[in-house]
């Protein structure tokens, strides 16, 4: 079994690289471009596999073109590297719901209308009264 190949050593990039590619990227999401934006973040997944952040936006590009259950890959593999994030989680949420995984949606929702930032903790709550989770 050949193992994980190493693409910015086989280029011999370095992290500015990475850096103008995550900006370029962050650029198309500031103009509401999610698809354009989504290959350079699909690309920075497979050049810095160990980046919460890269996973973590591509997780929410993916969810911002309705694409759930490829979101989820992501913002799972994000919480791997970095478990307590909040808006990884609250994409993760919106996630589960859209595809019908009510009962984990409720769950993480339920943990995140306690969360210390305003935005995050009102969105869970909305999101449990959307979804019948405040009985």
Do not use: C
């Amino acid at each position: 079994m050949m193992g994980r190949i190493e693409w910015m050593k086989e280029l011999g990039w370095n992290d500015d690289y990475l850096d103008e590619i995550r900006n370029v990227g962050y650029s198309y999401i500031r103009q509401g471009k999610y698809d354009v934006a989504l290959p350079f973040f699909e690309s920075l997944v497979v050049l810095d596999h160990n980046n919460a952040y890269d996973a973590q936006t591509l997780g929410a590009l993916y969810l911002q073109i309705n694409e759930a259950q490829k979101a989820i890959i992501y913002l799972d593999r994000a919480l791997q590297l970095e478990t307590d994030h909040a808006p990884t989680l609250l994409n993760l949420t919106k996630a589960f719901f859209a595809v019908g995984k009510i009962t984990d949606g409720i769950r993480l929702a339920k943990i995140l209308k306690n969360d210390h930032n305003p935005l995050i903790a009102s969105t869970a709550s909305a999101l449990l009264l959307a979804y019948g989770g405040n009985k």
